[in-house]
Antibody
């Protein structure tokens, strides 16, 4: 059974860096073709894809946020970390991580999500 | 970027109704489309991949069809647990993009 769980701060001040961790089980990020990605959902409910990291450490970012995002993995801990610099109130959202099945680009299983509020 | 347009944005339906949701891509995406269901307060859940492949455990009253730019999600007989918001997602190229969602209420 595949599970993912996001963790990180619930409140971040503007201009700070937001760091989120996705802890997963039930699959290996060492397996060929596998990936983990991040999405966020704004209070208005729109879904926005943020970044993905592949088993071979390839990374793809949403061009609209590329300069602010860094995604990394620690396969020994079964974790993926997303860092977002210089946050502002429009970054207030629920952040989800999810896994991609091998060689596919859809979210297969999703974490429960973590709500992050950006406010001073 | 590939734009995904869902319609309607909301639909009022009753238990037992047939519900059809459409998703249109701004360019040809083949069959690289997924449908996700999200219930209030919950994370999304993958229902259908590759336009028409039902995920394990998804009831057979759900079906997906289409290719190219036009896709459909159909619920043949709406059940109480199906009241939710449904999103389509194109999986052919980055950036991955989602439709705006259809709320079934």
């Amino acid at each position: 059974q595949i599970t993912l769980k996001e963790s990180g701060p619930t409140l971040v001040e503007p201009t700070q860096t937001l760091t989120l961790t996705c802890a997963f089980s039930g699959f290996s990020l060492d397996s060929s073709g596998v990936a983990v990605g991040w999405i966020r959902q704004t209070p208005g409910k729109a879904l926005e894809w943020l970044a993905v990291i592949y088993w071979n450490d390839d990374k793809v970012y949403n061009p609209s946020l590329k300069t602010r995002l860094t995604i990394t993995k620690d396969t020994s801990k079964n974790q993926v970390v997303l860092a977002m610099t210089n946050v502002n109130p429009v970054d207030t959202a629920t952040y989800y991580c999810g896994n991609f099945p091998p060689w596919r680009n859809w979210f297969d299983s999703w974490g429960q999500g973590t709500l992050v509020t950006v406010s001073s | 970027d590939i734009q995904m347009t869902q319609s309607p944005s909301s639909v009022s339906a009753s238990v037992g109704d047939r519900v059809t949701i459409t998703c249109r891509a701004s360019q040809d995406i083949g069959r690289w489309l997924a449908w996700h269901q999200q219930k209030p307060g919950e994370a999304p859940r993958l229902l259908i991949s590759a336009a028409s492949t039902l995920q394990r455990g998804v009831p057979s009253r759900f079906s997906g069809s289409g290719s190219g730019t036009d896709f459909t999600l159909t619920i043949s007989s709406l059940q109480p647990e199906d009241f939710a918001t449904y999103f389509c997602q194109q999986a052919t190229s980055y950036p991955l993009t989602f439709g705006g969602g259809t709320k079934v209420e």
